[in-house]
């Protein structure tokens, strides 16, 4: 009962976490419109979603990376360099080229975070009433 439960809601709860973490990055983008040789970012919200619901459950771990101690004063930290399932970023080319070699267009940047909240909104619909109707079914 549980696994098909989580099952249905699986895909909803991948989408959710990668709308959260699309308006981070969006949100990322607009705060630092103003600083030189910043370069925007974002990363394939569909393809994305196809590897977390491929992944099912089970994430992978996060790879370990060789750390070394370039002086005595540094600490040793614990080899983990990316979360595990995080979604590549990838930089987002400019229409019109900055003087100062930023690459944030404003414009876009609001639509496309508008439009990200709107969808994570929808999802939010979607997955309420999906459970709506699943206490319906089991309160008769």
């Given at each position: ?34 600083t ?67 690459t ?35 309160q008769?």
């Amino acid at each position: 009962m549980i696994g098909k439960l989580d099952q249905a809601l699986g895909f909803h709860e991948a989408a959710l976490r990668l709308r959260s973490e699309r308006q981070q990055v969006l949100a990322s983008n607009i705060a630092n419109a103003d600083t030189p040789n910043f370069k925007a970012r974002d990363f394939d919200f569909s393809q994305a979603l196809q590897g977390a619901v491929g992944r099912g459950a089970s994430l992978p771990a996060a790879p370990a990376a060789n750390l070394a101690l370039s002086a005595a004063g540094h600490q040793a930290g614990n080899g983990s360099v990316t979360r595990a399932g995080a979604p590549s970023l990838l930089y987002r080319t400019g229409v019109q080229g900055g003087v100062d070699g930023n690459t944030v267009d404003m414009d876009v940047e609001r639509n496309q975070f508008a439009d990200n909240a709107l969808r994570y909104e929808a999802s939010i619909t979607m997955i309420s009433s999906q459970i709506k109707g699943l206490l319906t079914a089991i309160q008769g």
